[in-house]
């Protein structure tokens, strides 16, 4: 019996084996296979309606809180160059997103647009309000707007300042108790769907002990063992969450078209986050989820196994 | 070749499987190792495969020092032994040439040897029409002869054989005792545990007999000894 080279560096050809055996063990163990994508679709699924959801009630408080504005009136008499420093100075605040001058004679084409009508033409083209002129603050965090108005008022020229302290703390204490209670539920969530995954997993690769254990006894390195079961992993966790990604897309858009024709007085109020916004963050999240629990579930249960 | 010199391996349970076993096996031989169940031939294998340390005492194998080896370099210093088990341990999931084979891809054997190395060796041992079936489509014989390709086809200075007739039929196992003996003539070092009697006292061979862990005959051209 001749003697054969033994090769020992790693090949190209070991390398596409590997990744072959990966895949086709998805097929061999294919019940298995299909339990883990299940478990994962399942998961994510439910994750990424809820992740939809919140996303989308945190769009509509944000809308509602960058609608809420501070009006800056100023005092009679006072020049154009000193309302363009108190603008100037009112943007330059952190908390601030934008500022809208509103010229007298446009506050009170407003007024009478909103509460006149074809009343208002008794005046015509009299302005009874000479000192209507002010600022539209609009915010980026409404529970900054205290703050703000304690500033603005401090401000030589500065007559009044009129806020809507209701809708700014509601608005506000509804978006930190929406972030809140998101955050605690996908914080759920996400651990149930990791034990759930990482369980399917760690029994799908356990009834393969003993196939571990024999290319161990014939001089198969832990590598060598681990990357075909690591590339399933990979694989199944892929397709676990794509398949929802694909579903929640189908549903969202359709869930969003059907709201809008039914009940278009709602959609005309409140605006709903578009598929590619929710999928922005949902895709990637998913995405690494699935991927994740797919290689750290097999790599770390075959480690269990591999010491032989 | 193989060099145990004072070698003891105690389990948590209690009794020792091997108690100051000492033993040289010369590169070439042909060695059978008898004896009741529990006498430690099962221990004497997981110490030389390296799946058991020992408790003390020193076992060399082709010069290397198997107690001091680092996980890392096990699976190297496997590949160098080929083994059979009773219960063949074949991968189910795979036909006859992928069982083979697998030895070979372990060892990043070229895709175009091992075309060339599978076959061959599968008809070494009488295979060479059933490299499409499954384990379970074979009998015994067939698949520890799947096994002993497989352990062959490395081409391993040293073949270990743990029960390999163990669950086989009298012709079956003459048959795989034929094809031990013939790669042992082709210059492989083959260790054979059996509990077969018949086989031992027909082949002639060195038989070394343990008896609660201890080495108690140790016989060139020896025969199966019953009673200790």
């Given amino acids: 019996m001749t003697r054969r080279k033994v090769h020992t560096s790693m090949r190209f050809s070991t390398l596409i084996y590997t990744i072959k055996q990966g895949i086709v063990n998805i097929f061999r163990n294919k019940w298995y296979s ?275 | 070749m193989i060099t145990l010199e004072n070698v003891s391996k105690a389990y948590s349970t209690g009794a020792p499987a091997l108690n100051n076993v000492s033993l040289k096996i010369e590169a070439g031989e042909f060695v059978f190792v008898v004896g009741d169940s529990g006498s430690g031939k099962s221990t004497l294998i997981k110490l030389l495969l390296r799946e058991l340390l020992p408790t003390s005492g020193k076992i060399m194998v082709n010069d290397i020092d198997v107690a001091s080896l680092r996980h890392k370099q096990i699976p190297k210093y496997r590949r160098k032994l080929g083994v059979v088990f009773q219960d063949f341990r074949l991968l189910k999931d795979r036909n006859v040439y992928e069982n083979v084979a697998f030895a070979q891809r372990i060892v990043q054997t070229p895709s175009k040897e091992i075309k060339k190395n599978v076959p061959s060796i599968l008809s070494t041992v009488g295979l060479a029409g059933k490299y499409k079936a499954r384990p379970k489509q074979l009998s015994g014989g067939e698949q520890q002869r799947v096994a002993l390709a497989r352990a062959l086809v490395n081409n391993p200075p040293i073949l270990l054989a743990d029960e390999p007739t163990g669950n086989l039929d009298p012709k079956n196992s003459w048959e795989i005792m034929k094809l031990l003996e013939e790669i042992n003539e082709r210059g492989t070092t083959v260790l054979v545990v059996t509990h077969n009697r018949e086989i031992v006292n027909a082949m002639k061979k060195r038989v070394i007999t343990m008896n609660k862990g201890v080495i108690v005959n140790d016989e060139k051209e020896g025969t199966y000894i019953d009673e200790i």
């Fill in chain 1, 34 to 308: 299909l339990a883990s994508m299940a478990t994962i679709s399942a998961c994510l699924f439910m994750f990424g309606i809820f992740y939809s959801l919140v996303a989308n009630f945190q769009y509509i408080v944000k809308e509602a809180q960058d609608g809420v504005a501070v009006t800056v009136f100023f005092e009679e008499g006072i020049s154009d160059e000193r309302i363009a420093e108190i603008g100037s100075l009112i943007e330059k605040r952190a908390e601030v997103s934008h500022v809208n001058f509103v010229s007298a004679d446009a506050a009170w084409e407003s007024f009478k647009d909103d509460y006149l009508g074809e009343y208002a033409d008794g005046f015509g083209d009299d302005n009874p309000l000479p000192n209507s002129a002010n600022y539209e603050v609009y915010l980026n965090d409404v529970s900054m707007q205290d703050s703000l108005v304690t500033y603005v008022e401090s401000l030589d020229g500065v007559r009044r300042v009129n806020r809507s302290e209701v809708t700014a703390n509601t608005l506000s204490g509804m978006n930190k108790l929406i972030g809140y209670a998101s955050a605690g539920i996908i914080a759920i969530l996400l651990a149930v769907s990791i034990f759930l995954i990482s369980n399917t997993v760690t029994i799908g690769i356990s009834v393969r002990k003993e196939e571990i254990n024999i290319m161990k006894y014939i001089g198969a390195t832990d590598f060598f063992v681990r990357a075909p079961f690591v590339i399933e992993g990979i694989l199944i966790g892929l397709a676990g969450s794509v398949l929802p990604l694909a579903i929640i897309y189908v549903i969202y858009n359709n869930v969003i078209a059907y709201v809008s024709t039914r009940f278009s007085m709602l959609s005309q109020l409140l605006k709903f986050l578009t598929v590619d916004q929710v999928f922005q963050v949902l895709m990637p999240i998913s995405l690494i989820i699935g991927i994740g629990i797919g290689f750290f579930g097999s790599f770390s249960t075959v480690r269990k196994h591999i010491r032989v």
